[in-house]
């Protein structure tokens, strides 16, 4: 019964991810409009915008192979089972041994491999453009990400997040410089990889600033819809990740009745709903970097992984 | 309360480190200054945290005066010397700031893994304190050689003296003596230093010390 309940759960989480990821796009999109006093978008405009793209017809250039036709599928599959492993309301799931950051991070690496590998098939000079400004942002951003998994499961003795989230609530934790590094890294990790503003933005497409936007010009039709849903999908990851390790209030765990995974649930929106407003805040407050300052932006936060791993050693001591 | 004095120390400790890898990041001469002012403030914090938990009065004062003269009178000074010297809105060509801070780290880890052993003995407030203490003298070392600009250099022989003062408060029973004589000899460093460039500038026009090798007849 107990673990029928948990598969159930699992299911729901893996629906909520998907069926939230695009609200909370147009959330942020939202509130980016109002800090700028404009009226702004519907909250369900990404959700008309991937059913229009659905219904349309794709245009496929002469020189596509195979490759630009799989990869959107690929992107949003590994995608999408990578939100749905990260523990968002409730933790200790049917899947939970497999919801290890490591598997996460090998799963959105794999993703950007193949955006790359398409955005380079069709033989433009954008998407040529596009995929090595990618790989030059991926190249210093996964080092990053790594060191503040390191420091994570260092602290917690598990690369699970369910374990990390289980012990970031216990009483074990204290106060520790370490974790404000992490977070201050993995929040940067977060903003570069979903080509947020001081790296990249989302709205542009002025061809010499542009990284994502670039490698996705010549999709179209239900392509491009799921390549959209697959970035509304990591944003809402990053926002989880963030969520579940390091304000871990409010998680149902395995075991406890609906009434407490309603509540968690509802605890869940609001966080993602605090999250997006920070980072919609910080978007409105902050220039855009050119593209040769984002290895320094990066370095800074590998430097702050690699010194939060560093700091624990000396802590670990005491 | 024992674990969580600890920790607090911890975290003001770490603090001072990575607010001494923000002034090997910054290259605004103002922003220099000002993240001078917060590495001096984060000091005194920590002095005074340490007086708290080793019940020792005396180190009040010398985190009153590490925040008076250090986080206050100091950054004034400088702010006043780059304004009239006219460099309070250049931005310092640095060389490889990636490189920097991956020896910054190589520099922190050396650090932790000479001072651990060698302070086994001693309590483990004392050791965190002087393997961070070390790590700050060290960067602020990195931060003189790596910059040409003299009034950096200044800031980074700044920074070497607060991590001395961390050294000093997490090993019991510095007298209070030589704290106050310290922080006047830093003043007085101020001054020369301060008088030495504008004589620099009148000089060569410039703070730029590389000019000074090529004057001494060396190859920069």
Redesign the interface.
């Known amino acids: 019964m107990a673990v029928a309940l948990d598969a159930v759960v699992q299911l729901g989480q893996l629906l909520l991810v998907l069926a939230l990821a695009p609200l909370l796009t147009g959330y942020v999109r939202r509130v980016k409009a109002r800090l700028l006093r404009r009226q702004g978008p519907p909250l369900i405009q990404p959700y008309r915008d991937l059913y229009r793209l659905l219904r349309k017809e794709v245009v496929l250039a002469h020189t596509a192979s195979w490759v630009f036709r799989v990869a959107p599928y690929l992107i949003f599959a590994t995608t999408w089972v990578a939100a749905a492993l990260v523990p968002t309301f409730a933790s200790g799931l049917v899947f939970s041994y497999a919801a290890d950051m490591i598997a996460i991070v090998a799963l959105l690496g794999s993703a950007r491999f193949m955006l790359a590998l398409a955005a380079l098939d069709v033989g433009t000079s954008f998407g040529g453009i596009g995929s090595s400004r990618e790989m030059m942002i991926a190249s210093l951003a996964e080092p990053a990400m790594l060191m503040v998994v390191f420091t994570l499961s260092l602290l917690a003795g598990s690369t699970q997040l369910s374990s990390i989230a289980a012990f970031m609530q216990g009483p074990g934790i204290?106060?520790?410089?370490?974790l404000?590094?992490a977070l201050v890294g993995l929040i940067m990790v977060a903003i570069a990889e979903n080509a947020r503003i001081p790296v990249d933005n989302p709205t542009t497409h002025l061809e010499l600033t542009m990284v994502h936007e670039a490698m996705i010009l010549e999709y179209s039709g239900r392509h491009l819809a799921l390549i959209e849903a697959a970035s509304h999908l990591k944003l809402l990851l990053y926002l989880s990740v963030v969520a579940c390790v390091f304000v871990p209030l409010g998680i149902a765990a395995s075991g406890q009745g609906p009434t407490a995974y309603l509540a968690a649930l509802a605890v869940y929106v609001a966080k993602l709903a605090a999250g997006g407003f920070l980072l919609a805040v910080f978007e409105t407050a902050i220039a855009k970097m050119r593209v040769f300052r984002v290895?320094?932006f990066l370095?800074?936060a590998l430097?702050l992984g690699?010194?939060a791993t560093?700091?624990l050693?000396?802590?670990r001591?005491? | 309360m024992d674990?969580?004095a600890?920790?607090?120390a911890?975290?003001f400790a770490?603090?001072l480190?990575?607010v001494s890898?923000m002034l090997l990041?910054q290259d605004r001469m103002s922003g220099i200054v000002n993240i001078f002012a917060l590495h001096a403030l984060v000091v005194s914090l920590s002095v005074a945290w340490q007086a708290y938990i080793q019940l020792a009065p005396h180190l009040y004062i010398t985190a009153t005066i590490a925040l008076v003269v250090k986080a206050i009178v100091i950054p004034v000074a400088l702010h006043r010397i780059i304004v009239r010297l006219g460099i309070h809105r250049t931005i310092e060509p640095v060389v490889g700031?990636?490189l920097t801070?991956?020896a910054?780290?190589g520099l922190?880890?050396l650090s932790?893994m000479v001072m651990?052993p060698i302070t086994a003995e001693a309590g483990?407030l004392a050791?965190?304190d002087l393997?961070?203490a070390l790590s700050v003298i060290l960067l602020g070392l990195l931060m003189m050689i790596s910059r040409r600009n003299a009034v950096s250099q200044v800031i980074g022989f700044m920074s070497i003296e607060n991590g001395l003062i961390l050294a000093a408060t997490g090993a019991k029973g510095m007298p209070l003596v030589v704290e106050i004589s310290v922080a006047f000899s830093i003043l007085i460093a101020l001054i020369v230093i301060g008088i030495f460039l504008f004589r620099i500038r009148e000089r060569f026009d410039s703070v730029d010390i590389h000019l000074l090798h090529e004057h001494r007849g060396e190859q920069p």
């Open positions: 204290g106060l520790r410089v370490s404000a590094l290895s320094d370095g800074a430097m690699f010194l560093l700091l050693f000396v802590s001591v005491a | 674990q969580l600890l920790d607090v911890h975290m770490g603090g480190v990575l890898f990041y700031v990636g801070m991956l910054g780290i922190v880890a932790i651990l483990t050791r965190e393997a961070f």
